[in-house]
């Protein structure tokens, strides 16, 4: 009673007070009626759907089992048709029902084509069926109405070779790992202390060597120079010209060797013409002061030179053509 009183006598003076009320506001109950309804709906349509897939399912197994023979048949179709079907229906595959179901005809695919591949390899495949389909696949006829029917019947081997040739591609090794296979510790083995042995006390001076043929040419500077003056003199020759020497491949290879000191040195560049050709031609070398500021910036490549290239250049250069001289041993 004391509460009630208080209250009234709380709302009598804010009545007074000209202060506002605050009443309680029932809200509408929600209507989730519509919802539920929608909801259901949705579920009853999943589950036809769901209905629907699994009889699909059904219907390939049953042509799994009254198809065996044809699938298992190399001339028939029958097989890709039928994984194609399959493969389209796991699409829709999303309840672990419908995985059951598509596992099971991928089971049934796959006892039929087992026993089908046990079946041949238990009786052999005859030479009259290999070839058989051999001609099947790869054979190009071209009997018509007025020919016999006896024509012989041609195979192309390219299609064979290209349908066989990812069999016999090289395969991926397998990934090896480097260091012991134990990780054990190894024990340490004992000190041993070595005595010193002792410096003789005698002093021994070596004999000077003749520094005569310092200041000689060596035989790659002179064939350096001397590739250098058939530049000078023809400005613009082919590389193959330059350093073939026809009767001797190391000396090929030792012209090769000091036309690359003169790239080295910007005393000679090479360059491609329009037709594709290596051009050398001869450079003034470019000053230490360049060098040295950075204006100047080396280039390198590799030339790669063999006795099968050798043989090549000495068949395509013609005879006379040979700009650098034979040297005698």
């Known amino acids: 009673m004391r509460r009630i009183v208080k209250k009234e006598k709380q709302a009598d003076k804010a009545d007074e007070e000209g202060e506002p009320v605050r009443t309680r506001v029932a809200r509408e109950p ?16 999943d589950a036809a759907k769901r209905r629907v897939l699994r009889s699909k399912y059904l219907a390939v197994m ?7 023979d044809e699938i298992s048949s190399v001339d028939s179709n029958k097989f890709n048709i039928i994984i194609n079907e399959v493969d389209n229906l796991h699409q829709q595959v999303s309840k672990p029902r419908e995985q059951v179901a598509d596992a099971e005809a991928l089971l049934d695919l796959a006892n039929t084509l087992s026993t089908s591949v046990k079946s041949i390899s238990f009786e052999g495949i005859s030479p009259a069926d290999f070839v058989n389909c051999l001609v099947s696949e790869f054979g ?3 009997r018509s109405l007025d020919t016999q029917e006896n024509e012989q019947i041609l195979v192309n081997w390219k299609d064979v070779g290209m ?3 990812p069999f016999f591609r090289t395969c991926k090794g397998i990934c090896t790992m480097l260091g012991p296979m134990k990780n054990e510790l190894k024990q340490r083995k004992c000190m041993v ?18 520094n005569i043929g310092a200041d000689e040419q060596t035989d790659t500077d002179k064939n350096m120079a001397v590739m250098f003056e058939i530049l000078r003199r023809r400005r613009r ?3 193959e010209s330059l350093i073939l020497n026809r009767s001797s491949f190391a000396q090929t290879v030792e012209n090769l060797f000091a036309l690359s000191f003169l790239v080295k040195d910007g005393r000679a560049e090479i360059v491609l013409d329009e037709s594709g050709s290596h ?3 001869p450079k003034n070398a470019p000053s230490a002061v360049s060098v ?7 280039s390198h490549f590799i030339f790669r030179f063999d006795f099968k290239d050798w043989k090549l250049i000495v068949n395509v250069v013609p005879i006379g053509e040979e700009l650098m001289p034979h040297r005698e041993d």
Do not use: F, M, W
Not at 193 to 210: C, G, I, K, L, Q
């Open 62 to 68: 049953t042509k799994i089992n009254g198809a065996r």
């Open 279 to 281: 051009i050398v031609s």
């Open 163 to 165: 349908a066989v040739s």
């Open 292 to 298: 040295t500021k950075g204006e100047v910036a080396y």
């Open 140 to 142: 190009k006829s071209k």
């Open 237 to 239: 020759v082919k590389l």
């Open 30 to 45: 929600r209507d989730d009626s519509a919802y539920v309804e929608s909801d259901q709906l949705t579920r009853q349509e």
């Open 193 to 210: 202390t070595r005595r010193h042995a002792v410096r003789p006390t005698d002093t021994a001076r070596p004999e000077e060597v003749n």
